[in-house]
């Protein structure tokens, strides 16, 4: 089945839409990462605050102790919460991984994002691959247990 040609008029509104679209998908990925760059500079601060200790260049702080395998960082959501709200003094340590999360976030965002941006240019096929895409990362996500 051939597609008929576009007027000019509908070929404008067209390269309108594509342009409205890329805006919205760099800003998603903007802003995404901006934010996680600010939550984790924020998370940073805390527990250079609570830990002045980890800030000397030299001295007794092994930084094998502070980001090896051992430290004592959130590894489920609740536990995230738990250390936002202070728990285990590390509440810096849960805003990090606040802040990670979000990075994380940031290309599904995008994904969605692009699900409706397809959806308003009227492009059912791209919609519908890209709402695939979508699936198959938030099924990854689900199946790995994070």
Do not use: C
């Not at 805006?23 to 998603?28: K, T």
């Not at 590894?75 to 802040?99: C, D, P, S």
């Amino acid at each position: 089945m051939a597609q008929r040609e576009k007027t000019p008029e509908e070929q404008k509104r067209l390269e309108e839409k594509v342009r409205q679209t890329e805006i919205a998908i760099s800003w998603v990925l903007r802003v995404g990462v901006v934010l996680s760059v600010v939550i984790v500079t924020i998370g940073l601060v805390i527990i250079f605050i609570h830990h002045p200790g980890y800030a000397k260049i030299s001295g007794g702080v092994s930084y094998h102790t502070v980001a090896g395998r051992t430290a004592l960082f959130p590894h489920t959501f609740g536990g995230i919460i738990k250390y936002l709200r202070g728990g285990k003094n590390g509440e810096g340590r849960g805003v990090v991984v606040l802040g990670l999360i979000v990075l994380l976030l940031t290309p599904i965002l995008r994904v969605v994002t692009g699900v409706v941006s397809f959806i308003y240019e009227e492009d059912p096929p791209m919609a519908i691959v890209t709402a695939f895409v979508l699936f198959v990362l938030i099924m990854s996500f689900v199946l790995s247990g994070a």
